[in-house]
C-alpha cells in the first residue's frame, strides 16, 4: 500500500502513516485544535504538487483563506463554498468576499440544501483535477445541520467515500463528536478506513485512535496527549501499562462457545462486520452492546475485565483507569479497574443529564457506588434518588436505569462477583 505523509510526523508515527484510499474521520470535541491537523495536511498537499478540494459546510471562504495562507498553485486548490448560501444566508458580511476576489479559486454553491446538485457538483469536479488529489470536508455536522437529517448525510458519505476510495484520494472529515447520535458516529466508522477522536481533559490535549483499517501497530488505540506550537503538533507517548484486550477475549469466548460472527452478531442485533471489527480492536462496542455480548455469550461483566498478563499490582493509577475503556455510548463511558478472580471492578461516567439502561450485567451479584454525581434510578420498576455515598446491591438479573440529573458529570464504582 501507498504511504501518505499527513504532514505531522508525530501522527504518521503513531497511525502508521496514512495510505492511499485512506477516509479519515475526525470526530473532535471543542478546543481540541483540528485546524491545525487540518492546515498541516493540506500544506503537506501543496508540498507534493496534489489536487486539494476543500468543502467548507463551516467556514466562510475569508476565513479559509486566512487560516491556509499563501497557495502555491490556484490551479491546484478550489473551495467549495456551501457556507455563505448555506449556514452564511448569503448575509453581506459573507458575499462580499466575492466582490473581493473574483479571481480566487472558489465556486460559491448556491443551493447547497439540495443534496443532489451538490453531489453532482463535486463529482464534476473530478473531470477537472487528476487522480489522487486530496479532499478536505469541513464539517459533518455542518452538513446535518442543514440537511436537517441524519439519514440524508449518512446516505451522502456512504456514496462519496467509496468513491474516494476508488479514486486513490485521502479524504479527511469533521465532525463534532457530541452533536451526533452513537448510531450515526457507529455506522460511519463501517465504512470509514481511519476514525481518529481529539478531545481535551483538564486542560490538557489527547488523540486516540477509534478505528485503523489495516493497521498492525494498536498503540494508537491508546490516549495520546498532544501540545500545540504555531503550525506544528507534537504528540507524546503516555500510556506504557498493557490494556485490556476486549476484542481478543469476546473471539476467544465466542470460538469456545462454538458460536459464529454471525450468529453472535444475530444474537445481539448488530452486523458480523461490526462484531469482527471489535474482535480485531479496530472499533469499541456501546456499554449495552458490551452488556448483550457478555449475555450472548453466556459470561459475567468480570469475564471480560481481566487483563491478559497474569501479573498483578496492589497499585491502580487513574490515569490507567482512565486509558482502559471498555465500552462507551451516548452519553456514557466504562472504565475497567481490575479483575481478581471471579470479582471485577469497573467505573461508570455519566454525561450531565444522559441515561443508562440496562447497565447492570446479568450474572452473578453487582454492587454499584455513587461516587459523584445525583443518579435517580429505577430498579425493576421502583425509583429512588441517589448521592455520592449511596450504594445500590443486587444479586440477580432485572432491569434498570440508570439518569445523571446534575449538571456534573457523575461516577459509579461497580463491583460484579
Known amino acids: 500500500m501507498i504511504r501518505i505523509n499527513s504532514g505531522i510526523k508525530d501522527l504518521d508515527r503513531l497511525v502508521d502513516s496514512l495510505y492511499v484510499g485512506d477516509n479519515v474521520v475526525w470526530e473532535v470535541e471543542a478546543g481540541a485544535a483540528p485546524e491545525v491537523f ?40 478550489i473551495l467549495l463554498d456551501c457556507f455563505t448560501s448555506g449556514k452564511g444566508k448569503n448575509d453581506k458580511a459573507f458575499t462580499k468576499f466575492y466582490d473581493n476576489n473574483a479571481g480566487e479559486s472558489v465556486i460559491k454553491v448556491e443551493d447547497p440544501k439540495n443534496i443532489d446538485n451538490f453531489t453532482s457538483l463535486l463529482n464534476s469536479l473530478e473531470d477537472k483535477f487528476q487522480s489522487g488529489g486530496r479532499y478536505v470536508f469541513d464539517s459533518l455536522t455542518g452538513m446535518q445541520d442543514l440537511w436537517g437529517d441524519e439519514n ?140 448483550q455480548i457478555c449475555n450472548a455469550l453466556g459470561v459475567s461483566l468480570a469475564d471480560i475485565l481481566g487483563k491478559q498478563s497474569e501479573e498483578s499490582s496492589w497499585l491502580i493509577r487513574k ?20 479483575k481478581n478472580g471471579k470479582m471485577s471492578g469497573a467505573l461508570i461516567v455519566i454525561e450531565p443529564y444522559a441515561k443508562i439502561k440496562q447497565v447492570i450485567p446479568a450474572e452473578g451479584k453487582k454492587l454499584l457506588h455513587i461516587l459523584k454525581g445525583d443518579i435517580s434510578v429505577v430498579i425493576d420498576g421502583k425509583g429512588e434518588m441517589l448521592g455520592p455515598g449511596d450504594s445500590v446491591f443486587l444479586d440477580k438479573e432485572v432491569a434498570s436505569l440508570l439518569k445523571n440529573e446534575g449538571g456534573d458529570t457523575a461516577e459509579i464504582f461497580l463491583v460484579s462477583a
Open 152 to 291: 440524508r448525510t449518512y446516505k451522502f458519505f456512504t456514496y462519496i467515500c467509496p468513491r474516494l476510495y476508488d479514486l486513490g484520494t485521502v479524504a479527511y472529515w469533521l465532525l463534532e463528536k457530541d452533536a451526533h447520535s452513537q448510531k450515526f458516529k457507529a455506522n460511519l466508522r463501517h465504512i470509514t478506513q481511519v476514525v481518529l477522536e481529539l478531545y481535551k481533559r483538564k486542560d490538557k490535549l489527547w488523540i486516540k485512535a477509534l478505528k485503523l483499517e489495516g493497521r498492525p501497530n494498536r498503540e494508537a488505540f491508546k490516549p495520546h496527549s498532544y501540545e500545540v506550537g504555531g503550525k506544528t503538533i507534537s504528540i507524546t507517548s503516555v500510556r506504557k501499562e498493557p490494556s485490556y484486550d476486549v476484542g481478543t477475549k469476546i473471539k476467544d469466548l465466542r470460538t469456545r462457545a462454538g458460536m459464529s460472527q454471525k450468529e453472535l452478531a444475530d444474537k445481539v442485533d448488530l452486523t458480523p462486520s461490526f462484531i469482527s471489527q471489535m474482535e480485531n480492536n479496530q472499533i469499541t462496542p456501546s456499554l449495552h452492546s458490551f452488556i
Open 319 to 338: 490515569e490507567a483507569i482512565f486509558s482502559n475503556i471498555l465500552s462507551k455510548d451516548s452519553g456514557s463511558k466504562c472504565f475497567g479497574i481490575v
Open 38 to 77: 487540518i492546515m498541516s495536511f493540506i500544506r503537506q498537499s501543496f508540498s507534493e504538487n496534489r489536487d486539494v478540494i476543500y468543502i467548507s459546510f463551516n467556514k466562510s471562504p475569508q476565513t479559509i483563506f486566512q487560516k491556509i495562507g499563501e497557495i502555491p498553485s490556484k490551479e491546484k486548490f
